[in-house]
């Protein structure tokens, strides 16, 4: 780092959130003396803004970039939109059912709602998960902000990824779902418009990541920060390696650079 830091900015899941969905309360305490110093949090994650709200009520981030890219906020404003038309959402649905299997799942974030035609209700599975709007997408008539899709196939993933030319897609790795959003939405592209209406550079922000649509955010900014359990291809490409995201990581590596004035 060659200047102050002026943003600390985390994913999310792997990141952030411990295995069991929550903040320590020492990553909250370490983060609150990162405020008091005038360093700003942030949040940077795939999920949707209502979807990462569930996590975040204590912590109150300052800048929340959610639907991976697609969405902006700077405290309580919207800087930023990126969204999918309805006639476009309802071709990318169409076009998923189409090469993938009318049984493949979906879900669609939109401003206010998370949409999925799950087959299993999700709170089943993981009781933190966010609240989903059930859907079998017929006649859906919104417009998106980000689409996921299931597909274990990776042949009729790479169809989809052609087809959807207008999208960028990321899959992630703990599972077999890829996510679209418009073509160039990503976390590194919601961070250039946050320094554009702050005023500091990507050289002022220290990022955290773990999946591969942190890699982009991690080397754009002043100083990337890889999780101990971070796949291998976001290590190989982080400027730093910290503790897990179970071991305090975060908490301990902010404890011994940042409030030693060591960054």
Same mark, same amino acid.
């Given at each position: 780092?060659?200047?102050?830091?002026?943003?600390?900015?985390?994913?999310?899941?792997?990141?952030?959130?411990?295995?069991?969905?929550?903040?320590?309360?020492? !990553?909250?305490? $370490?983060?609150?003396?990162?405020?008091?110093?005038?360093? @700003?949090?942030?949040?940077?994650?795939?999920?949707? #803004?209502?979807?990462?709200? &569930?996590?975040?009520?204590? @912590?109150?981030?300052?800048?929340?970039?959610?639907?991976?890219?697609? @969405? $902006?906020?700077?405290?309580?404003?919207?800087?930023?939109?990126? =969204?999918?038309? =309805?006639? #476009?959402?309802?071709?990318?649905?169409?076009?998923?059912? &189409?090469?993938?299997?009318?049984?493949? #799942?979906?879900?669609?974030?939109?401003?206010?709602?998370?949409? /999925?035609?799950?087959? +299993?209700?999700?709170?089943?599975?993981?009781?933190? /998960?966010?609240?989903?709007? *059930?859907?079998?997408?017929?006649?859906?008539?919104?417009?998106? @902000?980000?689409?996921?899709?299931?597909?274990?196939? =990776?042949?009729?993933?790479?169809?989809?990824?052609?087809?959807? #030319?207008?999208?960028?897609?990321?899959?992630?790795?703990?599972? *077999? /779902?890829?996510?679209?959003?418009?073509?160039?939405?990503?976390?590194?592209?919601?961070?250039?418009? +946050?320094?554009?209406? *702050?005023?500091?550079? !990507?050289?002022?922000?220290?990022?955290?990541?773990?999946?591969?649509?942190?890699?982009?955010?991690?080397? %754009?900014?002043? %100083?990337?920060?890889?999780?101990?359990?971070?796949?291998?291809?976001?290590?190989?490409?982080?400027?730093?390696?910290?503790?897990?995201?179970?071991? =305090?990581?975060?908490?301990?590596?902010?404890?011994?650079?940042?409030?030693?004035? +060591?960054?």
């Amino acid at each position: 780092m060659n200047q102050t830091c002026k943003l600390l900015l985390f994913d999310l899941d792997g990141t952030l959130l411990r295995s069991d969905k929550s903040i320590s309360e020492k !990553t909250l305490s $370490v983060l609150n003396q990162c405020r008091e110093k005038g360093i @700003l949090i942030g949040v940077s994650t795939s999920r949707s #803004e209502q979807n990462s709200m &569930t996590f975040l009520n204590e @912590l109150m981030p300052d800048i929340l970039i959610s639907s991976g890219g697609a @969405l $902006v906020k700077d405290g309580i404003d919207y800087i930023y939109k990126a =969204e999918f038309s =309805e006639f #476009e959402t309802r071709n990318m649905i169409t076009m998923a059912i &189409t090469v993938c299997g009318e049984d493949c #799942e979906i879900t669609i974030d939109t401003t206010n709602e998370h949409y /999925w035609n799950y087959k +299993i209700e999700p709170k089943k599975l993981d009781q933190s /998960w966010g609240d989903s709007i *059930y859907t079998d997408f017929t006649d859906f008539s919104e417009c998106a @902000l980000k689409m996921c899709v299931e597909i274990f196939d =990776e042949e009729k993933a790479n169809i989809l990824v052609e087809r959807l #030319e207008q999208c960028d897609c990321i899959r992630f790795s703990d599972g *077999y /779902w890829y996510k679209f959003t418009k073509k160039n939405v990503t976390k590194e592209n919601a961070i250039t418009r +946050i320094t554009e209406v *702050y005023g500091f550079g !990507t050289e002022s922000i220290i990022a955290f990541g773990d999946d591969f649509a942190d890699i982009g955010m991690l080397e %754009l900014c002043g %100083l990337g920060v890889a999780m101990g359990n971070a796949i291998d291809e976001v290590k190989n490409r982080a400027d730093i390696v910290i503790g897990s995201n179970d071991e =305090e990581g975060i908490a301990f590596f902010i404890e011994e650079n940042l409030l030693t004035g +060591i960054l």
